[in-house]
């Protein structure tokens, strides 16, 4: 419990507008130095002079989350002017709804690129930098409540984000022992500018097999025009960091959903008393692959994992 915000600087992809913008002045206001980055250039420049006229230390850049190379520059330039990072949030997020099976391979890969390429680049950049420094720190990705439910109009968007929801966990499990803290914020409703995100698709994913028209970001727009303030949500974000929570889900309406979701899953499991020797010997043959995982790791990585 507790962590001390006040100096430590943080990362925020998707930083210029809505959930990662109520991050920004969130942390902002704890003291922390703030590096915003972001594909819309403007965005960013509106956000550092916002932060700033709250007397925040920040820094912004122009930032394609799908760009490794860039990443690594970004991660050198915000080191150089705010110090080591030691909060990252994956925020940065595009989505795009229809028909699943009207789908093109460039609608997968630039959903794919962006929320979940978007997380691990901004993970492999700074985690090799920061683990065994000694500073702690956290991780927060953003994924959405799509992380658990799927259906036809949402589909890459939500394979997108159950994928960040198993990467996140992992590298909390694989970041247990550096006491750096890592989170999976799960939003229901936003207020944000998501509708618009069509707008910064990259030419090279041209193909898409969605007529997404003004009409159609109206409506979009409706929607998130309700959503939970973002700050709001970054209190909540806040909260988990202190308590060092893996789940940041602030929405009671979500219970009926993820009830369901889980009772499915458990409804297909057969009773516990059920083929005890198959259970046995299933057991028996994980603990042996265990106990010799944790030895070739030893040998091979100087540590054990699982
Ligand atoms: P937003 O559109 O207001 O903010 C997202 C920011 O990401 C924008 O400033 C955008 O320019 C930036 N971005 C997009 N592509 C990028 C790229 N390739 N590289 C760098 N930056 C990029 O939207 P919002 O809602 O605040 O989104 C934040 C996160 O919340 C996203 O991951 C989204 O999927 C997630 N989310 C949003 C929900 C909502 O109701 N708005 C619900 C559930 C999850």
């Keep these: 419990m507790g962590f001390e915000f006040a100096g430590r600087t943080a990362f925020i992809t998707g930083g210029a507008s809505g959930a990662g913008f109520g991050q920004a002045q969130v942390f902002g206001r704890l003291g922390c130095k703030v590096c ?4 819309r ?4 420049a509106d956000a550092i002079g916002r932060l700033r ?4 230390e920040c820094h912004g850049m122009e930032l394609d989350v799908t760009d490794r190379e860039a990443f690594a520059a970004a991660a050198d330039e915000a080191e150089q002017v705010l110090g080591p990072v030691t909060m990252l949030f994956g925020t940065a997020g595009v989505s795009i709804f229809g028909p699943l099976e009207n789908a093109t391979y460039d609608d997968y890969d630039w959903i794919f690129d962006v929320n979940f390429g978007g997380v691990v ?6 985690v090799p930098r920061r683990i065994g420094h000694g500073q702690g720190g956290c991780i927060v990705n953003t994924a959405s409540l799509g992380a658990f439910f799927a259906n036809s109009g949402s589909g890459i968007y939500s394979a997108s984000k159950f994928a960040v929801h198993g990467i996140t ?13 890592v989170s999976v914020v799960c939003p229901a ?6 509708a618009e995100s069509i707008r910064t698709r990259p030419e090279r994913y041209g193909q898409s097999g969605y007529a997404v028209d003004e009409r159609e970001i109206a409506a979009l727009h409706e929607i998130y025009s309700q959503g939970m303030e973002p700050e709001e949500l970054a209190g909540h974000v806040r909260q988990a960091i202190e308590e060092n929570r893996f789940y940041v889900i602030p929405y009671p309406e979500a219970r009926p959903m993820l009830e369901s979701i889980f009772q499915q899953a458990l409804d297909a499991l057969p009773p516990s008393e059920h083929d005890r020797e198959g259970q046995e010997k299933r057991h028996k043959a994980m603990m042996r692959y265990i106990e010799a995982r944790k030895a070739m790791d030893t040998e091979r990585y100087g540590k054990s994992t699982r």
Excluded: P
């Design 41 to 44: 250039g403007e965005a960013v």
């Design 121 to 126: 680049n901004l993970m492999q950049t700074f």
């Design 36 to 39: 915003i980055a972001d594909i």
């Design 53 to 56: 006229g709250e007397g925040i």
């Design 189 to 194: 409703n936003i207020k944000s500018n998501i």
């Design 169 to 181: 966990m992992a590298m909390r499990d694989a970041l247990k022992g550096y006491g750096i803290g």
